[in-house]
C-alpha cells in the first residue's frame, strides 16, 4: 500500500509540474462536510475511512483516473485504489507497467473472460483487512468519434436517449462488482469530471485535445480541471440487472446535465468558491516537494540496507 501512495506522489508531482492546473472539487450538500478538514488528522474525508467504496465516473480523458487518485490522496486513500480499465491501457509507457504492478483490473470487453478476471480481484479485495475504493468508468472508453458513433447507433437500435458528452453506459461490469462487494459495502461514489478548453457544442473528441503526447510534448493542457462528487446508498440501488441498468443510465442523465452547466458556467456549481462545499488546488507544491524528497530518501535508505546486509 506505501508503494502505491508513493507512485501516487509521484503523479502528482509529474501533473502539478508539468501540466499546471486549477484543481477543483465540489460535493453534493448531503457530504459537504467531506471537505472540511478534520482537527484530528488535518485530512478531507470525501469517503468512508473503513469501508470499501465503488465509485464511478464519467471517462473523458487516458489520465481521467489519475485526478480520480488524487481524490483519493486528499484522504491518504491513495495507496487503497484499485482502478478498473480497458486491457490496451496496460501498454501504456512507464504509466502501464505502474498500472499491472499495482494490481489495477484490466478487462477485454468479453464477459466470460472478463467475469473470471473480475472474480480474482474481488475476491481480493474481500479478503483484504484494508478498505478499497474500487473505481471504474461504466462507458467503458473515452469519449472519441468511434465511441460517439457506437454509442449513437446502439441507442438508435434500441430506441434509447442518447448523449451528448457521455456514452450510454455500460451495466453488467458495475452491477457485478456491486453484487459481489455486498454487503460489505455500503455506498457508491459518482464522479463527473470537466475539463476547460474543450468545444463546448460537444463535437471535439477530449482524448484528441488533451492526448499525452499534446499534454507532455505540446503542453496542450486543461488549465481547470473540476470534479462533482454524489454519493449514493447501495441498499437504494436495484439488485436486478435490468432495474440497475435503468438507474445507471437516470444517473448518466444526470451527468449530462451536470456537464451542460459545466461548458456553460465553467463550473458544475456556479459560485461554489463561496460555498462550503468546495475546494481549490488542495495540492500544495511544497507538500509534494517534501513527499518527493521522502520517497527518495526512502528509496535510498532500503538501498544502502540491502547492500550493507549483503555485502557486509
Not at 478487462?107 to 475504493?133: G, Y
Amino acid at each position: 500500500m506505501q508503494i502505491e501512495r508513493w507512485f501516487a506522489s509521484v503523479l502528482s508531482f509529474v501533473f502539478i509540474t508539468f501540466t499546471p492546473h486549477d484543481l477543483i472539487i465540489t460535493l453534493d450538500k448531503d457530504i459537504q462536510h467531506g471537505l472540511q478538514k478534520s482537527s484530528k488528522d488535518g485530512l478531507y474525508h470525501v469517503f468512508p475511512e473503513n469501508e470499501s467504496v465503488v465509485v464511478m465516473s464519467n471517462h473523458q480523458l487516458y489520465t481521467d483516473w489519475v485526478y480520480a487518485w488524487l481524490v483519493a490522496k486528499l484522504q491518504r486513500l491513495d495507496g487503497n485504489m484499485k482502478i478498473i480499465l480497458k486491457d490496451s491501457l496496460r501498454k501504456l509507457p512507464i504509466f502501464g507497467h505502474g498500472m499491472q504492478f499495482f494490481e489495477f483490473i484490466f478487462l477485454k470487453r468479453n464477459w466470460e473472460a472478463d467475469k473470471k478476471t473480475l472474480d480474482t480481484s474481488l475476491t481480493r479485495i474481500k479478503n483484504k483487512s484494508l478498505p478499497t475504493i474500487l473505481f471504474l468508468f461504466p462507458e467503458g472508453t473515452t469519449l472519441s468519434k468511434n465511441g460517439r458513433a457506437k454509442s449513437k447507433s446502439f441507442c438508435e437500435k434500441n430506441n434509447l436517449a442518447d448523449f451528448k458528452y457521455l456514452l450510454y453506459p455500460r451495466s453488467t461490469g458495475m452491477h457485478y462488482c456491486i453484487s459481489q462487494l455486498s454487503p460489505d459495502i455500503k455506498y457508491v461514489y459518482d464522479l463527473t469530471m470537466g475539463y476547460d478548453g474543450l468545444p463546448r457544442d460537444g463535437t471535439g473528441w477530449p482524448e484528441e485535445i488533451y492526448s499525452l503526447k499534446n499534454m507532455f510534448y505540446n503542453s496542450i493542457y486543461p488549465k481547470k480541471v473540476c470534479i462533482h462528487i454524489r454519493r449514493f446508498e447501495v441498499t437504494s440501488i436495484p439488485k436486478t440487472l435490468p432495474e440497475f441498468s435503468n438507474w445507471l443510465t437516470q444517473r448518466f442523465h444526470e451527468k449530462e446535465l451536470m456537464l451542460e452547466t459545466f461548458y456553460k458556467e465553467s463550473s458544475f456549481i456556479p459560485n461554489s468558491s463561496t460555498n462550503l462545499n468546495s475546494i481549490k488546488n488542495p495540492f500544495k507544491m511544497h507538500q509534494i516537494i517534501l513527499e518527493m524528497v521522502t520517497i527518495w530518501l526512502g528509496a535510498f535508505s532500503i538501498y544502502y540496507i540491502f547492500k550493507f546486509l549483503l555485502f557486509a
